[in-house]
């Protein structure tokens, strides 16, 4: 989003914006152009979150974050050091909901010997569920591929131009004269069932029982053998390949965003639980 705001426009990506209760600043994006970022608390953590709803006027004032320090107490309040040729001369204290106010030290302070950090190394948040209107409940408008899995493609009818219609084709194939061959292969007469010839020594053979993993030693074992060793069948179901499948996809699903806070982690979560047939 770019902002018509000269107030905004004046100000450069290396200021904060201080006013009553909340710091800003600004963020280039995609689009040439530049978002808004608040300063705000979340999971007992500090963010640069993306907001669209903020009171920046030109009461507001700025400071360059190089004159910024801050101590991040316990994630529950930030103390905020304005400097002054390497010494704090103010301080203020900041948990994105109290006004703000600069205190003036009777004595300059040098913080060297305080572990403080930027406000720029503050880590920046994206409220997804809030970026698109299509975010909600219903699965996402896609021309190519449904979040929430193919219907039925046994029940798919064939598309239009595979339907035949001239009869030629037809007439071609349940010709009774034989096909022109060039090799020597003396094909059977397919007419006669009886002339269709297996190899009798041929062997297939189908497994009829079935082995599942057992879960603390991966070896495989019949239904049987669990029933023998477990006296039941409660491993065995638990084995199930499809709940086995399961299992293994969503711990991968846990690790790979165990990051993101609890209300996107379970947005994302009934995305993709969607997805399982």
Known sequence: ???????????????????????????????????????????????????????????????????????????????????????????????????????NLNIPMDINNIHTTSLLDIPSHIDLTKEDECLNDEPFEMNFEPLCGWPN??????????????????????DDEPLN????????????????????????????????SDPYDNEWYSKDEFLDYYGGLTEWNNQDPELVLRRYQYYKFSETFKHVSDRRFEFLFKKYEKTFV
């Open 153 to 174: 493609l046994l029940k798919r009818e064939p598309p239009d131009e595979l339907s035949i219609k001239d009869d030629e084709f037809y007439k071609s194939i349940l």
């Open 181 to 212: 061959r060039n090799d020597n292969f003396n094909y059977p007469d397919t007419d006669d069932e009886k002339s269709v010839c297996f190899d009798k020594n041929l062997n297939i053979e189908i497994p009829e029982v079935e082995y599942r």
């Open 1 to 103: 989003m770019s902002l018509n705001n000269k107030f905004l426009d004046n100000i450069s990506d290396d200021q904060a914006i201080f006013t009553n209760s909340l710091i800003y600043r600004k963020m280039k994006n995609l689009n040439n152009g530049y978002d808004i970022y608040a300063l705000v608390r979340l999971d007992d953590r500090f963010v640069w979150s993306k907001t669209n709803n903020y009171h920046i006027n030109m009461v507001s004032t700025s400071e360059y974050f190089n004159d910024l320090r801050c101590v991040n107490e316990n994630g529950k309040y930030l103390t905020i050091y304005r400097l002054y040729e390497g010494m704090a001369t103010n301080l203020m204290i900041y948990n994105s909901e109290n006004i703000l106010v600069w205190n």
